[in-house]
Protein backbone atom coordinates (compact mmCIF):
# COMPACT_ATOMS: atom_id res chain seq x y z
CA UNK A 1 0.00 0.00 0.00
CA UNK A 2 0.92 3.96 -0.47
CA UNK A 3 1.78 5.43 2.58
CA UNK A 4 1.02 8.68 2.66
CA UNK A 5 3.15 10.91 5.55
CA UNK A 6 1.94 14.30 6.28
CA UNK A 7 4.38 16.67 8.69
CA UNK A 8 3.60 18.32 11.09
CA UNK A 9 0.74 16.74 12.72
CA UNK A 10 0.31 19.55 14.96
CA UNK A 11 0.13 23.47 13.21
CA UNK A 12 -0.56 26.14 15.87
CA UNK A 13 -1.19 29.35 13.41
CA UNK A 14 -1.46 32.98 14.08
CA UNK A 15 -4.65 34.61 12.87
CA UNK A 16 -4.06 35.93 9.34
CA UNK A 17 -0.88 34.16 9.27
CA UNK A 18 0.17 31.72 6.64
CA UNK A 19 0.25 27.72 7.37
CA UNK A 20 1.62 24.78 4.42
CA UNK A 21 1.36 21.27 5.13
CA UNK A 22 3.41 18.62 3.39
CA UNK A 23 2.41 15.34 2.37
CA UNK A 24 4.82 12.70 1.17
CA UNK A 25 3.57 9.47 -0.45
CA UNK A 26 5.84 6.16 -0.59
CA UNK A 27 5.54 5.69 -4.32
CA UNK A 28 4.91 8.06 -6.90
CA UNK A 29 1.08 9.37 -7.58
CA UNK A 30 1.22 9.78 -11.47
CA UNK A 31 -1.44 7.25 -12.23
CA UNK A 32 -1.71 5.40 -15.89
CA UNK A 33 -4.09 7.99 -17.46
CA UNK A 34 -1.67 10.74 -16.84
CA UNK A 35 -3.40 12.22 -13.68
CA UNK A 36 -1.88 12.24 -9.72
CA UNK A 37 -4.75 11.62 -7.79
CA UNK A 38 -3.82 13.47 -4.87
CA UNK A 39 -6.47 15.30 -2.39
CA UNK A 40 -6.78 16.93 0.12
CA UNK A 41 -9.55 17.44 2.68
CA UNK A 42 -10.47 19.35 5.68
CA UNK A 43 -12.59 17.59 8.76
CA UNK A 44 -13.81 20.43 11.08
CA UNK A 45 -14.43 19.30 14.42
CA UNK A 46 -17.95 16.96 14.66
CA UNK A 47 -18.12 16.66 10.85
CA UNK A 48 -17.48 14.74 7.79
CA UNK A 49 -14.36 15.42 5.48
CA UNK A 50 -14.59 18.00 3.15
CA UNK A 51 -12.54 17.81 0.25
CA UNK A 52 -10.71 21.14 -0.49
CA UNK A 53 -8.16 20.35 -3.37
CA UNK A 54 -8.38 17.59 -5.94
CA UNK A 55 -5.74 16.43 -8.15
CA UNK A 56 -3.02 18.00 -6.41
CA UNK A 57 -3.99 22.00 -7.25
CA UNK A 58 -7.61 22.30 -8.03
CA UNK A 59 -9.92 23.97 -5.58
CA UNK A 60 -13.37 23.09 -5.04
CA UNK A 61 -16.30 25.00 -5.79
CA UNK A 62 -16.93 26.95 -2.91
CA UNK A 63 -13.40 26.73 -1.21
CA UNK A 64 -11.77 30.48 -0.65
CA UNK A 65 -8.80 30.98 -2.26
CA UNK A 66 -6.51 31.44 0.23
CA UNK A 67 -6.06 27.48 0.09
CA UNK A 68 -4.07 26.21 -2.80
CA UNK A 69 -2.08 22.93 -3.41
CA UNK A 70 0.89 22.24 -5.14
CA UNK A 71 3.71 19.22 -6.05
CA UNK A 72 4.29 16.38 -8.02
CA UNK A 73 5.95 12.99 -7.88
CA UNK A 74 5.64 12.11 -4.34
CA UNK A 75 5.90 15.48 -2.46
CA UNK A 76 2.75 17.92 -2.04
CA UNK A 77 1.73 20.72 -0.40
CA UNK A 78 -1.63 22.38 1.05
CA UNK A 79 -1.10 26.05 1.57
CA UNK A 80 -3.39 28.39 3.46
CA UNK A 81 -2.18 32.20 2.92
CA UNK A 82 -3.81 33.73 5.74
CA UNK A 83 -5.46 31.65 7.88
CA UNK A 84 -9.33 32.64 9.69
CA UNK A 85 -10.98 30.64 12.67
CA UNK A 86 -12.80 28.56 9.89
CA UNK A 87 -9.95 26.66 8.95
CA UNK A 88 -9.28 24.72 12.94
CA UNK A 89 -9.95 21.44 11.79
CA UNK A 90 -7.59 18.29 11.00
CA UNK A 91 -6.29 18.55 7.36
CA UNK A 92 -5.49 14.76 5.61
CA UNK A 93 -4.06 14.15 2.28
CA UNK A 94 -5.32 11.22 0.43
CA UNK A 95 -4.22 9.28 -2.94
CA UNK A 96 -6.72 7.54 -5.08
CA UNK A 97 -3.87 6.76 -7.56
CA UNK A 98 -3.16 3.49 -6.14
CA UNK A 99 -5.96 0.87 -4.61
CA UNK A 100 -6.06 1.10 -1.61
CA UNK A 101 -6.67 4.30 -1.18
CA UNK A 102 -4.65 5.69 1.62
CA UNK A 103 -4.75 8.64 4.04
CA UNK A 104 -2.11 10.93 5.41
CA UNK A 105 -2.53 10.89 9.58
CA UNK A 106 -3.60 14.17 9.51
CA UNK A 107 -2.76 16.88 10.55
CA UNK A 108 -4.10 19.70 13.22
CA UNK A 109 -4.16 23.27 12.55
CA UNK A 110 -5.14 25.28 15.89
CA UNK A 111 -5.29 29.27 16.78
CA UNK A 112 -2.52 30.22 18.04
CA UNK B 1 -27.91 17.51 -5.08
CA UNK B 2 -25.41 14.28 -4.15
CA UNK B 3 -26.56 12.75 -0.94
CA UNK B 4 -25.53 10.14 1.14
CA UNK B 5 -27.16 9.34 4.34
CA UNK B 6 -25.80 6.30 6.36
CA UNK B 7 -27.67 4.13 9.34
CA UNK B 8 -27.81 1.42 10.80
CA UNK B 9 -25.04 2.07 13.72
CA UNK B 10 -25.74 1.75 17.29
CA UNK B 11 -23.72 -0.38 20.05
CA UNK B 12 -23.02 -3.89 20.06
CA UNK B 13 -21.10 -5.99 22.55
CA UNK B 14 -18.42 -7.83 20.92
CA UNK B 15 -18.38 -10.65 18.52
CA UNK B 16 -21.72 -8.73 18.04
CA UNK B 17 -23.25 -7.63 14.03
CA UNK B 18 -25.19 -4.75 12.77
CA UNK B 19 -25.78 -4.00 8.89
CA UNK B 20 -24.90 -0.50 7.91
CA UNK B 21 -26.53 1.01 5.29
CA UNK B 22 -25.86 4.03 3.39
CA UNK B 23 -28.94 5.63 0.87
CA UNK B 24 -28.03 7.63 -2.12
CA UNK B 25 -29.24 10.23 -4.40
CA UNK B 26 -28.76 13.11 -6.28
CA UNK B 27 -26.55 11.19 -8.87
CA UNK B 28 -26.73 7.27 -11.07
CA UNK B 29 -25.65 5.16 -8.17
CA UNK B 30 -24.78 2.42 -10.77
CA UNK B 31 -22.06 4.16 -12.56
CA UNK B 32 -20.14 4.83 -9.50
CA UNK B 33 -17.57 2.54 -7.10
CA UNK B 34 -18.63 3.03 -3.57
CA UNK B 35 -16.43 2.55 -0.20
CA UNK B 36 -16.64 2.34 3.31
CA UNK B 37 -14.10 4.80 5.18
CA UNK B 38 -13.77 4.67 8.96
CA UNK B 39 -13.13 6.72 11.97
CA UNK B 40 -11.98 5.61 15.31
CA UNK B 41 -12.39 8.00 17.93
CA UNK B 42 -9.64 11.01 17.88
CA UNK B 43 -8.03 9.11 15.14
CA UNK B 44 -7.50 9.42 11.25
CA UNK B 45 -9.09 7.96 8.08
CA UNK B 46 -9.15 4.62 7.13
CA UNK B 47 -10.66 3.19 3.93
CA UNK B 48 -12.60 -0.28 5.00
CA UNK B 49 -13.99 -1.53 1.82
CA UNK B 50 -14.64 -0.70 -1.53
CA UNK B 51 -17.12 -2.47 -4.28
CA UNK B 52 -17.29 -2.21 -8.18
CA UNK B 53 -20.60 -0.60 -9.98
CA UNK B 54 -22.35 -3.96 -10.77
CA UNK B 55 -20.62 -5.41 -7.07
CA UNK B 56 -18.86 -7.53 -8.98
CA UNK B 57 -15.00 -6.91 -7.73
CA UNK B 58 -14.84 -6.63 -3.44
CA UNK B 59 -11.90 -5.30 -1.91
CA UNK B 60 -11.61 -5.50 2.27
CA UNK B 61 -8.51 -4.05 4.41
CA UNK B 62 -7.13 -7.03 6.13
CA UNK B 63 -8.47 -6.11 9.37
CA UNK B 64 -11.94 -6.92 8.60
CA UNK B 65 -11.53 -9.52 6.21
CA UNK B 66 -13.92 -12.77 6.93
CA UNK B 67 -15.83 -10.38 9.34
CA UNK B 68 -17.29 -7.66 6.89
CA UNK B 69 -19.12 -8.15 3.83
CA UNK B 70 -19.50 -5.32 1.84
CA UNK B 71 -22.98 -5.20 -0.92
CA UNK B 72 -25.28 -2.92 -3.19
CA UNK B 73 -28.43 -2.44 -4.55
CA UNK B 74 -28.65 -0.60 -7.13
CA UNK B 75 -32.35 -0.65 -7.51
CA UNK B 76 -32.66 0.80 -3.86
CA UNK B 77 -29.68 2.96 -4.54
CA UNK B 78 -28.17 1.67 -1.21
CA UNK B 79 -24.83 0.65 -0.44
CA UNK B 80 -24.11 -2.02 2.84
CA UNK B 81 -21.65 -3.12 5.39
CA UNK B 82 -22.76 -6.48 7.54
CA UNK B 83 -20.09 -6.43 9.94
CA UNK B 84 -19.96 -9.99 12.26
CA UNK B 85 -17.55 -10.41 14.78
CA UNK B 86 -17.44 -7.22 15.76
CA UNK B 87 -14.54 -6.12 18.18
CA UNK B 88 -13.61 -3.62 20.20
CA UNK B 89 -11.12 -2.21 17.51
CA UNK B 90 -14.08 -1.73 14.85
CA UNK B 91 -15.94 1.40 17.64
CA UNK B 92 -15.52 4.14 14.98
CA UNK B 93 -17.85 6.54 12.57
CA UNK B 94 -18.52 4.86 9.52
CA UNK B 95 -18.94 7.15 6.47
CA UNK B 96 -20.08 5.89 2.77
CA UNK B 97 -18.16 7.61 0.09
CA UNK B 98 -18.90 7.96 -3.40
CA UNK B 99 -15.69 6.93 -5.68
CA UNK B 100 -15.05 9.25 -9.08
CA UNK B 101 -12.21 11.55 -9.55
CA UNK B 102 -11.90 12.62 -6.18
CA UNK B 103 -13.97 11.14 -3.60
CA UNK B 104 -15.85 14.35 -3.17
CA UNK B 105 -19.24 13.26 -1.41
CA UNK B 106 -18.93 11.28 2.05
CA UNK B 107 -22.14 10.50 4.18
CA UNK B 108 -22.44 12.34 7.43
CA UNK B 109 -21.41 9.47 9.09
CA UNK B 110 -22.96 6.21 11.67
CA UNK B 111 -21.28 5.43 14.75
CA UNK B 112 -20.33 2.29 15.53
CA UNK B 113 -19.25 1.51 19.56
CA UNK B 114 -18.54 -1.75 20.17
CA UNK B 115 -18.53 -2.57 23.99
CA UNK B 116 -19.61 -4.78 26.88
Known amino acids: DVVMTQSPLSLPVTLGQPASISCRSSQGLVHSDGNTYLHWFQQRPGRSPRRLIYKVSNRDSGVPDRFSGSGSGTDFTLKISRVEAEDVGVYYCMQGTQWPQTFGQGTKLEIK | EVQLVESGGGLVQPGGSLRLSCEASGFTFSNYWMIWVRQAPGKGLEWVANIKKDGSEKYYVDSVKGRFTISRDNAKNSLYLQMNSLRAEDTAVYYC?????????WGQGTLVTVSS
Open chain 2, 97 to 105: VRVDGGYAF
